[in-house]
């Protein structure tokens, strides 16, 4: 039994090791993917005046827009200044994103919290929970980042302001691949 419980502590020391190797070589190479998109591919596709190039292969690429960031955030564990600071950001990001007629990508999950014995109450709709005030109700909106994303390169290549700070992404030109090639089996 002693014996089994080696062999198994040691197949999971492995195992993990393994996984700890396989995170490090995903993290740089999603670095590697970075510098290619945004820095190496774009300079080549400028010094070439290329816009999309394909290869015999099947596979292209294509200059487009890269969205990164996220809608400002509120630290829980800052303190009440910083956490009024940034609620205001996010209260005009999301206000920005309704202005620029994304309201209905926001997505609003409204959470409350009670004290015990009150589940009855804990029961009843929101409106009611609203209308007596007895228990602290939140309401957080955001939307997905992939989404924002989306509806910032697209408004930016129609030419539209959008409030990139205010918004917490920011846009750079790169290169994707548009078109892989069939993988020979």
């Not at 929101?126 to 939307?143: C, H, P, Q, T």
């Amino acid at each position: 039994m002693a014996a089994s419980i080696a062999q198994g502590l040691e197949e999971l020391h492995q195992a993990e090791k393994l996984v700890d190797k396989i995170e490090a070589e995903l993290k740089a190479a999603n670095e590697r993917v970075r510098l290619l998109q945004e820095v190496e591919l774009p300079r080549l596709f400028d010094d070439a005046e290329e816009f999309e190039v394909a290869l015999p292969n099947g596979l292209k690429g294509k200059r487009t827009l890269i969205v990164h960031g996220t809608l400002p955030k509120v630290d829980e564990k800052a303190d009440f200044e910083t956490q009024d600071k940034q609620r205001a950001a996010r209260k005009a990001a999301i206000e920005a994103a309704v202005g620029l007629g994304w309201g209905p990508l926001i997505k609003c999950t409204v959470s409350s919290q009670f004290d015990k014995g009150d589940a009855e109450k804990a029961r009843r709709l929101y409106e009611e929970l609203r209308g007596d005030n007895s228990a602290k109700v939140d309401l957080k909106e955001d939307i997905h980042p992939q989404t924002l994303f989306a509806q910032v390169r697209r408004a930016v290549e129609e030419g539209k302001r959008v409030p990139l700070e205010t918004l917490g992404v920011n846009v750079i030109s790169g290169v994707k691949l548009t078109k892989r090639p069939k993988e020979q089996i």
